[in-house]
């Protein structure tokens, strides 16, 4: 048989490190790119093979330049569409496509423009009341990141203000389903165990309730009618281009559950590890507090783009061979996983010297950054449609905090990573915060 050119290990071979991979996958990763190389490739299941890489002519191959010829793995798509349904990101081949061109354009950074506003008071109220409760105290800023990531992806997608009340059964239907899809992923055969003892039935009910909420304000948009030109306006009248007709109500909530669960747990992380990077950097803080409104400045923005390439919070992605392929001497059976390793390419020396250090001048916009060495944002075709949402929300709502706070650890202990489906921090991350002037 030709060389694949990778080595491969049965998974029953490296069972102990299979098991231990559930609970740390970067260790494991490394230790298998140490002992087998890079690529390296797993059997599992009936002789499927996970194919695990960082190498980012490898990540571009499949994720661009040879699109058409993979798709997203069940565990992405089927998995997390039982409870969210099928919407942009867990649809595949001409369904997605359709669901893309519709939704794109009300994501373009003009459109997301018209909800800064709304963007603004949002943290500038989550602020005031942040200051009132934990000024000169210790709190765990993941938490609050978590909630204020949630009011302001509520508050754009829903284009209102959005009560305490509703907020909160909206956010406990998103986080248990979220839980769920988590242990699914990770033991997919337990699914028996939870359909048993029901937690999928709970999860079932709270994301209902969740749902509920969600129509009763596209309902009361739609009996409202006039123009809010905002992300809600565009989703209920934007035209597919074959029919000529709108999407459905049941479509329309699919795509507003989706975003929740895409743009809330992973614009929160990458704020969270933000701040905990500047905590630990002051001198990197203080610049940011002098750059931060100067006109041209770009400083604000590195400093976010930098803190999501050592914390990027969508860690890893997959693929499956739709057909047989190959790329730089690597043979892709078809059927084979491929497992994108977007930290590691993150911090790897070869591209980023000095891998583990905070430095933001790295995106200085004069340096070029070499393609598919950084990619918190995914690539090709399925570029995560929130980008330029994401970046508005964490620069609006950083600037405002380092302004209106002094901050630093709590104690001395580094966070550790723990990757589930985005990458969060292990515990808490406790901050003392203190406000500079009250507002
Ligand atoms: C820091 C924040 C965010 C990060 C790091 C992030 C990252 C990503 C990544 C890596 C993908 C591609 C996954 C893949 O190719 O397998 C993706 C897709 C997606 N993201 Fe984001 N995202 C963020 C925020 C958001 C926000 C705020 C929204 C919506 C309001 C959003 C909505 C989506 C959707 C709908 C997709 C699927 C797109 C498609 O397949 O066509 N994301 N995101």
């Known amino acids: 048989m030709k060389n694949p050119g990778y080595k491969t290990v049965s998974g029953f071979v490296m069972l102990k490190r299979t098991f231990r991979a559930f609970r740390s996958p970067l260790p494991v990763f490394y230790q298998n790119v140490a002992d087998y190389g890079n690529p390296y490739a797993i059997k599992i299941l009936k002789n499927q093979l996970a194919i695990f890489t960082s190498r980012p002519e490898i990540i571009q191959h499949v994720l661009q330049k040879n699109h058409r010829g993979y798709e997203k793995s069940d565990i992405q798509t089927k998995q997390v569409a039982d409870f969210l349904g099928r919407g942009l990101l867990t649809l595949e081949g001409k369904e997605w496509l359709r669901q893309r061109r519709l939704i794109q354009p009300g994501f373009h950074k003009e459109k997301i423009e018209g909800i800064r506003s709304i963007m603004e008071e949002t943290v500038d109220d989550y602020l005031q009341r942040f200051s009132k409760n934990y000024s000169g105290k210790t709190v765990n800023i993941h938490e609050e990141m ?26 406990y239907g998103v986080d248990i389903a979220q839980t769920l899809v988590v242990k699914l992923i990770r033991l997919p055969f337990f699914a028996w165990y939870y359909k048993a003892n029901g937690s999928y039935r709970r999860a079932k009910n709270a ?65 969270t590890w933000t701040l905990y990077l500047l905590a630990r950097n002051k001198d990197i803080l203080n610049k940011l507090r002098s750059e931060v409104d100067k006109e041209n400045s770009n400083y604000l923005r ?45 911090h790897d020396a070869e591209y980023w010297p000095n891998p583990e250090m905070f430095d933001p001048d790295r995106f200085h916009p004069d340096k070029v950054i070499k393609p598919y060495t950084y990619l918190p944002f995914g690539g090709g075709p399925r570029l995560c449609i929130g980008m330029q949402f994401a970046m508005m929300e964490m620069e609006i709502a950083l600037k405002e905090f380092i302004k209106r706070f002094d901050f630093e650890m709590a104690d001395n202990r580094p966070v550790e990573l723990n990757p589930l489906i985005t990458l969060n921090p292990k515990g808490a991350v406790n901050l003392k915060v203190r406000a500079l002037h009250t507002n």
Do not use: C
């Open 302 to 346: 590195q400093v976010i783009q930098e803190s999501m390439r050592l914390y990027p919070p969508a860690w890893i992605t997959d693929r499956v061979a739709l057909e047989d392929d190959e790329v730089s001497g690597i043979f892709i059976p078809k059927g084979a996983m491929v497992i994108n390793l977007i930290y590691a390419v993150q």
């Open 146 to 171: 978590m909630s204020l990531a949630f009011y302001i992806v509520s508050n754009s997608l829903l284009g209102t203000k959005i009560s305490d009340r509703d907020i909160h059964v909206m956010r």
């Open 207 to 271: 994301v209902g309730h969740a749902q509920d909420m969600i129509m009763s304000f596209v309902q009361k948009r739609k009996d409202e009618g006039g123009e809010h030109n905002d992300l809600l306006d565009m989703l209920i009248h934007s035209k597919y281009e074959d029919t000529g007709e709108t999407m459905t109500d049941k479509q329309l909530l699919f795509e507003l559950m989706v975003m929740f669960v895409a743009g809330h747990e992973t614009s929160a992380n990458a704020l």
